[in-house]
């Protein structure tokens, strides 16, 4: 197909989704064995079945047990080269590692030199495990606490402007997280640095409005010693994320034995001790947050920063969005290609394959499409009436919904073809032009 088709591969891209079923898949979880025990019954040749169970769902629907569903994926229209079925409850950054194995074991093409993958590939494991194995672009997951740090410490003028993308900004930084020597490339987007700066102060005023609420009731609570009352106004300054609090005071209250007026003469039988403070923000800690607005990290084991420049990075990586376009084509219910009616296991996984050849072919007729209209200097008009010379092969397919074939006394005499669909099938290749009659 790559050989065929004239596609160049150099980066392939690598994303992960679940696929949810609406059977109860009783069996699937009661066959839980071990792979020998499967293997033994099923023989040594044949895949161990998938097991069809709960886990984190993509289509939001937690109440439905799923299957888990890979793809390699290259080139700009996103054609799929491998696919990999999992158990519904497989994780990401088990899967990656497992599924790039197989793929260079089975692949007899030309050699890929990168893989690009989301954040759910970085861990300490995986980086050791894949160390020699190949080259690999990953996002960085802010959870790492180095990766906080960095984000949050790095000064705007550290930055600098990208060549390729307006409103991106680049830091490069060296790491060995995990003992493996990488390029972290801290990549700042002005577009979403707004965005995370509006967030954050809605955030913000979220959490002021809950933590005042909050300390009206530490107010009002009584203690029996001064230490405790420090030290649970100490416990409430923690859990403050963007506030601190100021003027705090504890504050001895007496009490006596009769409830009118106290006289002058009466004693004190006890002390109550409460807290006063006020609620203020934490500029110090706000400005940390607002220096890490917009940012992410990108890191890579190429480490020659001439070759792979942080824009080349960045462009590797937004073109990441071919896979998931992928994965939008294989649920659209547009085109039937999700729907999961199947019992057995096996079934499941040959549906899944399947699909992957729907949309590869689905991928190469829009290559097509769009090569023909470069090599023509040709647009087609899309949704809105405008000419582009990158229409989708889904617009392409809606404008044929409606054809008219016309019989005259049993016998098939023509079909009737709008201006718009004579316009494209010129662009669809002879035998797409041949299925409509024309030569």
């Not at 403070?277 to 220096?291: K, S, W």
Request: charged share 25%.
């Amino acid at each position: 197909m790559v050989e065929r088709f004239g596609i160049k591969i150099s980066s392939g891209h690598i994303d992960g989704t679940s696929m949810s079923v609406e059977g109860k898949y009783i069996h699937s979880e009661e066959k839980e064995s071990s792979t020998e025990d499967v293997k033994e019954k099923e023989g040594e040749d044949e895949p161990v079945p998938i097991r069809i169970n709960h886990g984190y769902s993509r289509d939001h629907r937690a109440d439905l047990k799923q299957f888990t569903f890979s793809l390699l994926t290259v080139g700009e229209e996103g054609i799929p080269l491998f696919m990999q079925v999992g158990d519904g409850n497989k994780l990401d950054s088990q899967a990656f590692p497992e599924m790039i194995k197989a793929f260079q074991s089975q692949w007899q093409g030309e050699k890929l030199d990168l893989f690009v993958m989301d954040g759910a590939f970085y861990d300490e494991k995986n980086l050791m495990d894949c160390q020699e194995g190949f080259n690999w672009i990953s996002r960085v997951p802010l959870t790492i606490k180095a990766t906080q740090e960095l984000t949050k410490t790095l000064l705007p003028e550290q930055f600098t402007k990208s060549s390729l993308y307006e409103g991106y900004r680049f830091c490069t930084v060296c790491s060995e997280y995990a003992g493996v020597k990488q390029q972290w490339v801290v990549v700042e987007s002005e577009q979403r640095k707004q965005a995370d700066l509006k967030t954050l102060s809605k955030g913000i005023e979220q959490s002021f409005s809950l933590n005042k609420k909050s300390l009206l009731s530490l107010k009002k609570k009584e203690f029996a010693c001064e230490p405790d009352a420090v030290s649970a106004a100490r416990d409430f300054g923690k859990t403050l994320h963007y506030h601190s609090l100021t003027e705090l005071n504890i504050v001895a209250k007496p009490h006596y034995k009769r409830k009118a007026r106290p006289r002058p003469e009466d004693e004190v039988s006890h002390y109550t001790y409460h807290i006063q403070a006020n609620l203020v923000e934490d500029e110090a800690v706000i400005q940390t947050y607002r220096h890490q607005a917009g940012r992410f990290i990108l890191a890579t084991n190429l480490l020659d920063d001439t070759t792979w420049t942080a824009d080349l990075l960045l462009q590797e990586y937004k073109a990441q969005q071919t896979t998931e376009r992928g994965f939008r084509f294989i649920k659209d219910p547009l085109f039937f290609a999700s729907r999961v009616f199947l019992k057995s296991t096996k079934r499941i996984m040959a549906l899944a394959m399947i699909m992957t050849l729907a949309l590869m072919v689905y991928s190469l007729g829009q290559l097509q499409l769009r090569q023909a209209l470069e090599i023509t200097s040709s647009t087609l008009p899309n949704q809105k009436g405008k000419p582009t010379a990158r229409p989708t092969l889904r617009w392409i397919l809606q404008c044929f919904h409606s054809v008219h074939l016309v019989f005259v006394n049993g016998i098939k005499s023509s079909i009737q073809l709008t201006d718009k669909q004579n316009l494209i099938l010129q662009f669809l290749g002879s035998s797409s032009r041949r299925y409509y009659f024309l030569s």
